[in-house]
């Protein structure tokens, strides 16, 4: 460790990043001070910016600096159509990916009882608004393949079936180009349960 | 040196490596970037916290096997309070729960946290968990199965309820007879005519059907739902059951 008081508190707040350990921290600290000052202070910008000004949506609880999100705010999507994920990031996967023009809720985090997570927390009364406006007619359930993901969407389906509105389970299955050998098997299960007609 | 060999060596002898032991899931949570902390529930060695490396990891060998309700054969290594997790693999085919039977299967996990020390083995526990388990995913009477479970959680650590006989006189349970049940030492009887409000007065015959397991009747069914409701609340010193708010929230 160097003598420098502000050095070592740049590396240790560096270390708040996922992933960063005290070695990594110090390579960032040292190729931000030696070989990058500008790329420093536009990231020292930036993320002062972000902090004070990213928000949640107000419809779908994205991360958002706006009132309402872009996603939101397109009136050329399909209103009709809500996918329910459990944080920001899989709206960023699905929007890459998939070939969905519909709306988005972000759960940010899923049903978990034990840990005091209940349908408060992850916005359901906001959802239950929308869905009582009449506005949604097809839900589609994203959430995690694991059993706390399974208990959310279940909830979920419920308040759907409550309001007569269609609801939907994203299939899961054998990964494209995986060996079948190699599956586990609660997955291939699954997957024999969900299969299709070719 | 000679004394840092010493230490080494003894805490190599002391450090302990099961292989492959039966086990579920009862809770996890994230710990650090990539990593699980677990409740487990083994067969012989009782409940016990592990660490789980690099389990987020897109390619761990832990991927998507570290899920409550499933069985298990789970192998670590270590000693004291916190082991790591060096293998999992599905032990059998299990079930699927759905929907209610799911949340009734977080409520036997919630009770097993809340009410069951580490470390303490309790393999005829553990048969009836995964009994249980099995009957829950079947999709018959949640409500029975949760019944049984909790009467027998109860006698396995230590607080097994007395439904037989009148703590004080030592007289048989007299099925059309109401009791006050003192969850401390058991039932008395009581002369006053039932009373509804205090879940704690309970009629003889709800206690036998405790006692026998035999509580479809809808008589006796939902006097010993509020009867060991009552009990398990007591046990917990009043801490509520998280499982069940979430039921009670169904609202939305």
């Given at each position: 460790?160097?003598?420098s008081?502000?050095?070592?508190?740049?590396?240790?707040?560096?270390?708040?990043l996922?992933?960063?350990?005290?070695?990594?921290?110090?390579?960032?600290?040292?190729?931000?001070?030696?070989h990058?000052?500008?790329?420093?202070?536009?990231?020292?910008?930036?993320?002062?910016?972000?902090?004070?000004?990213?928000?949640?949506?107000?419809?779908?609880?994205?991360?958002?600096?706006?009132?309402?999100?872009?996603i939101?705010a397109?009136?050329?999507r399909?209103?009709?159509?809500?996918?329910?994920?459990?944080?920001?990031?899989?709206?960023?996967?699905?929007?890459?990916i998939?070939?969905?023009?519909?709306?988005?809720?972000?759960?940010?985090g899923h049903?978990?009882?034990?840990?005091?997570?209940?349908?408060?927390?992850?916005?359901?009364?906001?959802?239950?608004k929308?869905l009582?406006?009449?506005?949604?007619?097809?839900?589609?359930?994203?959430?995690?393949?694991?059993?706390?993901?399974e208990?959310?969407?279940h909830?979920?389906?419920?308040?759907?079936?409550?309001?007569?509105?269609k609801?939907?389970?994203?299939?899961?299955?054998?990964?494209i180009?995986?060996?079948?050998?190699?599956?586990?098997?609660?997955?291939?299960?699954?997957?024999?349960n969900?299969?299709?007609?070719? | 040196?000679?004394?840092?060999?010493?230490?080494?060596?003894?805490?190599r002898?002391n450090?302990?490596?099961?292989?492959?032991?039966?086990?579920?899931?009862?809770?996890?949570?994230?710990?650090?970037?990539?990593?699980?902390?677990?409740?487990?529930?083994?067969?012989?060695?009782?409940?016990?916290?592990?660490i789980?490396?690099?389990?987020?990891?897109?390619r761990?060998?832990?991927?998507?096997?570290?899920?409550?309700?499933?069985g298990?054969?789970?192998?670590?290594?270590?000693t004291?309070?916190?082991?790591?997790?060096?293998?999992a693999?599905?032990?059998?085919?299990?079930?699927?729960?759905?929907?209610?039977?799911?949340?009734?299967?977080?409520?036997?996990?919630?009770?097993?946290?809340?009410?069951?020390?580490?470390?303490?083995?309790?393999?005829?526990?553990?048969?009836?968990?995964?009994?249980?388990?099995?009957?829950?995913s079947?999709?018959?009477?949640?409500?029975?199965?949760?019944?049984?479970?909790?009467?027998?959680?109860?006698?396995?650590?230590g607080?097994?309820?007395?439904?037989?006989h009148?703590?004080?006189?030592?007289?048989?349970?007299?099925?059309?007879?109401y009791?006050?049940?003192?969850?401390?030492?058991?039932?008395?009887?009581?002369?006053g005519?039932a009373?509804?409000?205090?879940?704690?007065?309970v009629?003889?015959?709800?206690?036998?059907?405790?006692?026998?397991?035999?509580?479809?009747?809808?008589?006796?069914?939902?006097?010993?739902?509020?009867?060991m409701?009552?009990?398990i609340?007591?046990?917990?010193?009043g801490?509520p059951?998280?499982?069940?708010?979430?039921?009670?929230?169904?609202v939305?």
């Amino acid at each position: 460790m160097s003598g420098s008081i502000l050095i070592n508190r740049l590396i240790e707040s560096l270390r708040c990043l996922p992933g960063v350990g005290p070695k990594s921290a110090q390579r960032m600290a040292y190729h931000l001070l030696e070989h990058n000052r500008n790329g420093a202070s536009q990231l020292a910008a930036d993320l002062l910016e972000a902090i004070e000004k990213i928000g949640h949506c107000q419809s779908c609880r994205t991360l958002s600096e706006l009132e309402k999100c872009e996603i939101c705010a397109n009136l050329r999507r399909d209103h009709s159509m809500l996918c329910i994920v459990e944080s920001p990031a899989d709206v960023q996967v699905i929007e890459q990916i998939a070939d969905y023009r519909g709306m988005y809720f972000v759960l940010m985090g899923h049903l978990s009882p034990l840990d005091g997570i209940g349908p408060m927390e992850l916005g359901l009364d906001v959802l239950a608004k929308r869905l009582d406006s009449g506005e949604v007619k097809e839900l589609i359930l994203a959430t995690n393949p694991t059993v706390e993901g399974e208990a959310t969407a279940h909830y979920i389906a419920e308040m759907a079936a409550n309001r007569k509105i269609k609801a939907t389970r994203i299939a899961h299955g054998v990964p494209i180009g995986g060996e079948l050998e190699y599956v586990n098997s609660t997955t291939l299960s699954h997957a024999f349960n969900g299969r299709v007609e070719i | 040196m000679m004394n840092a060999v010493c230490k080494a060596w003894a805490t190599r002898m002391n450090s302990s490596r099961v292989s492959l032991h039966p086990a579920f899931v009862l809770h996890s949570r994230p710990y650090r970037d990539t990593s699980l902390l677990l409740d487990i529930f083994t067969e012989q060695h009782g409940r016990i916290a592990a660490i789980a490396r690099g389990a987020k990891q897109p390619r761990s060998k832990f991927n998507g096997i570290l899920q409550p309700f499933t069985g298990l054969l789970v192998s670590w290594s270590g000693t004291g309070d916190l082991v790591t997790l060096t293998a999992a693999e599905q032990a059998q085919r299990t079930g699927k729960l759905q929907g209610n039977a799911m949340l009734a299967a977080f409520y036997l996990n919630e009770l097993l946290i809340q009410l069951m020390q580490r470390h303490d083995p309790h393999p005829e526990l553990y048969k009836n968990y995964r009994i249980s388990l099995s009957e829950l995913s079947e999709g018959k009477n949640n409500e029975l199965t949760l019944r049984r479970f909790e009467c027998y959680l109860l006698q396995e650590i230590g607080y097994g309820l007395i439904l037989d006989h009148d703590v004080e006189s030592g007289e048989p349970v007299q099925p059309d007879r109401y009791y006050c049940y003192h969850p401390e030492h058991g039932p008395v009887i009581t002369d006053g005519d039932a009373q509804e409000s205090r879940p704690l007065v309970v009629q003889g015959k709800t206690l036998l059907a405790l006692q026998s397991g035999a509580i479809e009747a809808r008589d006796v069914f939902l006097e010993a739902k509020h009867f060991m409701r009552a009990i398990i609340h007591h046990q917990l010193g009043g801490r509520p059951i998280k499982t069940r708010e979430l039921k009670l929230n169904k609202v939305l």
